[in-house]
């Protein structure tokens, strides 16, 4: 099959499109044909070697993707091939800890792209517990930006946040991938949402996902518009996928008692910040890293209802992996870039 390979830590120029195996479905596997393969920006991550310095080489990335059935493992009874299907973006690796829930607690817990080969690819195996049959309607390429994105933003917002009707949130960097989805999920919930961006366009790319105000943090700060729009209270939840010295603004920018959740790092792994705004005000930061099962299933029911829409910015083949990297990397893209394994 064909797949974007890497061999080593690098620059985009480390993707390779090549010729590997086919993988053959083990017993309770099925062998996924991949129509589509989302890319995130933790993909990034993996590939400059800051997330798994010991990586076995060679290297598949990718988490998400939209397929069908190409074959059966024995022993799989649940699917068919040829039935439209989705991977989740994470599971556990040993058999013996399947069962235990949350998913993401399991020892041996990873997600594909990083600690199996990922969707980067023509065809993929994953365990038959953990894949599901795609409800949505969508054509592959829209499905494919919703696993991940979807799921961890549904643990982060609902399971981790506790967003609830009536509240006040703050998503950062609306316009990505993660940010788009996270405020469909938090209306979906609800909520009221404020989200900041980085240029008008992104702006108005926001509005259409029914966010109540859009911050521009170029050219306002986003503390202050969140106090004049909460009356100086500050929002009940920031849902805070950029770390760095943002999320040290993120906790003035929560009321008492509110909540912070980090789940990124775009804008670096420190956080300086004065403890007693922490303790005085008894505000919370709680950490979210992937997901449930049961939160890709959440999500995709929002999906099938239509409270909850891909942002798909374009496609590219499987063989222009670099490029989209690159374009990821240089912030010019709203939503999601999607590879095609099967088109030139």
Known sequence: MKASVINEFGDVNVLKYSDVETPKPK???????????????????IRKGEVAPELPFPHILGTDAAGEVAQLGEGVTSFNVGDRVIPAPGYPTKEEEYTIRPTNT?????????GV?????????VPERFVMKDITGLKPEEVATLPIAIATGVHATKEIGGVKAGDK???????????????QIAKALGAQVATTVRDNKKGEAVKKLGTDLVINTREEDFVERIKQWTGGQGVEVVIDNLGGDVLAKSLESVKPGGVVV???FVAGTQVSFDIR????????????????????KYGLELVRKGKIKPVLDHTLPLSRAAEAHRLIAENKVTGN????????
Do not use: C
Not at 283 to 288: A, E, H, P, T, V
């Open 27 to 45: 017993r309770g596997n099925i062998l996924i044909k991949i129509l589509a393969a989302g890319i995130n920006r933790f993909d990034l991550y």
């Open 106 to 114: 399991a020892p041996s817990f990873t997600i594909p792209g990083l």
């Open 117 to 125: 080969w990922g969707t980067y690819a023509q065809y993929m195996e």
């Open 169 to 183: 949130v703050l998503v950062h960097s609306g316009a990505s991938g993660s940010g788009s989805m996270i405020i």
């Open 262 to 264: 980090a789940f990124g």
């Open 277 to 296: 705004n922490l303790f005085f005000k008894q505000k919370q930061i709680r950490g979210s890293m992937a997901s449930d099962i049961d939160d890709l």
């Open 337 to 344: 870039i999607v590879l095609l394994p099967w088109e030139e």
